[in-house]
């Protein structure tokens, strides 16, 4: 009995020594000379090592391994603590649990994002002051960007640093006041620049801006950079975010640099050049990179017009084979229609109604032939198997065009390569300087030539809708809405209308609430004075016809003025109306408050 036990402790004693050894051949870890065990080959292949994650925080570690497993309890009850303090408005312990939550789960993105969000949205606006809420801001970024150094192949992380840098500098109430901050701290530009360097970027360098200063959105364009950078490589992944969005930031973020700093007032070659660029990053770079799609096909949205010519080319070759074999399937598919969806053919397609227009779309496709009506009469072998082949190929590239329509319908693709190559034209940076002097000209109270000049930027934008009318359908022409108001209430305070015949009435009646098309002027009453001027002698006076009710032909006054004929030889000329005046008439005119 004693022997059995003995031997049992033996075999025991062997299979642990062999579980040992075993374990160690598994779980050895990776150095610089070896790959490391099975499990460290593992974690290295699927990119789970904390060393490919990130950065190792020794604090961070030693705290996971205090809490024996109890890490996700404690983070819970730090979660509610830091509620406590936000409600209390303890802001400075709000900060500091912050970064006890991070130690704890330092790969948790969640984490990063939602309090980063929290110290620059909620926590910032609980600041009068706009240099605290600025400094609230910061916090939230410096926090995001740390979550960074952690998790340098997460992309998504990176891409919301962009995010915050682009949207909370500039769409905030405060950008205004942000704008003028952010380019003079030399400080937090450097805490930027810690980051970046590892992408190989340089906030001084690749964010300069006006004034030769780092620009908000030019750094989240670095960011954006970056995190394509991670994706591109393979580091990282973008999850379910749409690779079309993804990929379509950085350069927007040229854009909105550019767009920005016209509206600040550097119109001229920086924001000519950053057009220019965000046009050529937008259509080259962009336009031509390979973007995942749903179907398991990645796509290229510039594609598309390669697409279209090739169809066109196929389409030709495939009519030239079938000849009127076509025109003769669809007559016969015509007379078999039914009536309703004969007659909404013959209505023209601008009055169809809404049942019409439905009818003639079932009609339109009832008569269209199918390649096997076609391939079925063709007699002749090889050239049936030719129109077999060209219909392959034209349904291929059909589909192919339908998928990348909408990828590029997500992110207007044609409006943003439209308005970008029209932007850094000589004659947009002209129309948006007219506008930024009109501006100015109306905050000085100069609003004769506010007006004069806000006339000639109308007439110039008025060439670029005409030349490209989806920039005027489109709903970012908004950003010229704040301008037409401005116009209204100008043309308001000097006493005139809006002109009948203004350039962008259709602008006004899209951004203006409760605006109303003028009428136009009533032309009776000035042809019958045109008529009147024609008969009348040239040196009659208005004494000779007293019985007349409108005013002499000699007077300026407007023909829908109340007549007032025993008085009208007595108007002084004074009484003119100013806005018959030319425009170089009227402007010395306008007192200013200096002349005043």
């Known amino acids: 009995m004693n022997n059995g036990s003995f031997i049992r402790k033996i075999i025991y004693g062997g299979c642990i020594v062999v579980l040992l050894i075993l374990n160690s051949f598994l779980s050895q870890p990776r150095t610089s000379n070896s790959a490391g065990g099975l499990l460290a080959q593992k974690r290295t292949e699927y990119r789970i090592a904390k060393a490919e994650l990130g950065e190792i925080d020794p604090t961070s570690e030693a705290m996971r391994l ?8 404690a983070t819970l009850i730090l979660w509610n603590q830091l509620n406590e303090y936000q409600k209390t408005e303890q802001y400075d312990h709000v900060n500091a649990i912050c970064e006890q939550i991070t130690h704890l789960n330092p790969h948790f993105l969640s984490v990063w994002e939602y309090q980063a969000w929290n110290l620059s949205y909620n926590i910032s606006r609980e600041f009068d002051n706009y240099r605290h809420r600025y400094l609230w801001v910061k916090k939230g970024l410096e926090y995001q960007m740390a979550g960074t150094r952690y998790n340098y192949d997460e992309p998504k992380l990176m891409n919301a640093v962009a995010h915050f840098f682009g949207i909370k500098f500039g769409y905030a109430d405060e950008k205004t006041q942000y704008r003028q901050i952010f380019p003079d701290d030399t400080e937090f530009h450097a ?3 810690d980051y970046l360097s590892k992408a190989g970027s340089n906030v ?5 801006g006006v004034g030769n200063k780092p620009d908000n959105w030019l750094v989240a364009r670095l960011w954006n950079q970056w995190s394509d950078r991670v994706v591109d490589t393979g580091a990282g992944k973008i999850g379910n975010a749409s690779p079309a969005i993804f990929f379509s930031n950085a350069p927007k973020r040229m854009m909105s640099f550019a767009e920005f700093i016209e509206k600040e007032g550097a119109i001229g070659d920086t924001a000519q050049t950053a057009w220019a660029k965000g046009n050529e990053e937008w259509t080259n770079d962009y336009g031509d990179r390979d973007l995942p799609t749903s179907w398991g096909i990645p796509v290229k949205l510039n594609d598309y017009k390669r697409y279209t010519a090739q169809l066109k080319e196929l389409r030709a070759k495939a009519n030239e084979l079938i000849g009127p074999l076509d025109a003769e399937i669809r007559s016969e598919k015509k007379a078999k229609l039914p009536e309703d969806q004969l007659a909404a053919l013959e209505v023209p397609e601008a009055e169809r109604t809404g049942e019409q ?3 003639a779309r079932k009609a339109q496709e009832a008569i269209t032939p199918k390649p096997a009506d076609l391939i079925k009469r063709i007699n002749d072998p090889k050239k049936a198997i030719e129109i077999r082949r060209l219909y392959r190929d034209i349904t291929d590239l059909e589909f192919l065009q339908g998928i990348i329509d909408k990828q590029k319908s997500v992110v207007h693709y044609d409006y943003w390569e439209t308005r970008s190559s029209t932007e850094m034209t000589n004659r947009a940076i002209k129309a948006r ?15 004769v030539e506010s007006r004069d000049l806000y006339n000639q930027a109308w007439d110039l934008w008025a060439e670029i809708y005409a030349e490209h009318p989806e920039l005027k359908d489109d709903a970012a022409s908004g950003d010229l809405s704040d301008e037409l108001k401005t116009y209204a209430q100008l043309l308001e305070q000097l006493g005139e209308t809006l002109p009948a015949d203004f350039p962008l009435m259709d602008l006004m009646e899209i951004h203006i609430p409760g605006f109303q098309r003028p009428a136009p002027p009533a032309t009776s009453s000035k042809d019958e004075t045109e008529e009147e001027k024609a008969a009348k002698p040239m040196d009659e006076t208005p004494a000779a016809e007293p019985e007349m009710k409108k005013p002499a032909p000699m007077t300026d006054a407007p023909a829908t003025e109340t007549p007032m004929p025993e008085k009208t030889p007595e108007t002084p000329p004074t009484e003119k109306p100013a806005a018959d005046k030319p425009a170089e008439a009227a402007k010395p005119e306008a007192a200013t408050p200096a002349a005043e």
């Open 191 to 193: 805490e930027i620049n």
């Open 204 to 208: 001084e360098q690749d964010a300069a």
């Open 433 to 447: 300087s007219l506008v930024y002097q009109a501006n100015q000209a109306f905050e000085n109270a100069n609003l």
């Open 66 to 73: 205090s809490m024996l497993g109890m890490d996700g309890i």
């Open 357 to 359: 227009l439905l009818a």
